[in-house]
Structure formats: structure tokens, C-alpha cells
């Protein structure tokens, strides 16, 4: 849920930010979603920067969960690690689709009109 709310957070404010480059592109007769898809790689980049981090740090500063039940259950260190890895790679490739969707989808909408920029 982080990698696609700070995909779709980035994603509307760089498309409002850069919106006479939208209108460019859809009077030059460009679908919505082709006029945003240029704005979609820079917010899927950031999104996935958190899990990256979390991904980079385990094992070295924490001990993940899985690791630890598994060694707590019996398992070998080499199989526990082994399983572990699964599982960061697993996540890192659901935040990646998660990411992803979340842009092919937001594009025609953010496309179909200027989305307003919001403080934070």
C-alpha cells in the first residue's frame, strides 16, 4: 500500500505541475493515458526507494521474522536465509505491480483533467 499511495501522490502532483506538457500532448491528439504515460517512471522509481531500504537493512540491522521462526523451528540457517530471501524478493515484486497498476491506472483520469497540486 506505501509503493502505490506514493505512486499515485507523485504521480498527480508532477502531471498538475507539468500540465501545459499534458495539454500538449492531447492536442496533438494523444489519449489521456498516452499524454500522462511519460510522468509514470520517476513516481514508480521513488515509490519502491522505502522498500529498497527496508530490503538493503535486513539481516544486517535486524532479523527478519521468517528468519527467526525458522530457526526457532528447527531449520538450518542456510534454509532460513534461503526462505527469506523468497520472501523480501516477493515483496519487492508486489510493491513493484503494486506501483506499476497504480500508475496505468490513475493515468487516463489524471489525463482527463488538471489535478489540483496539495500541501502537505
Known sequence: MTAASLTGARLRDDVANDW???EGWLALGATPRQAVAGFGRVPVDRALIPAVDQNRSAGLVTLPGAFVGLL???????????????VL???????????????YHLAPW??????????H
Open 110 to 119: 489524471l489525463g482527463s483533467g488538471q489535478p489540483t497540486v496539495t500541501d
Open 20 to 22: 501545459s506538457q499534458v
Open 72 to 86: 526457532l523451528g528447527g531449520a538450518s540457517p542456510a534454509e532460513a536465509a534461503a526462505i527469506q530471501l523468497l
Open 89 to 103: 524478493a516477493g515483496l519487492i515484486a508486489a510493491e513493484t505491480v503494486a506501483a506499476t497498476l497504480t500508475a
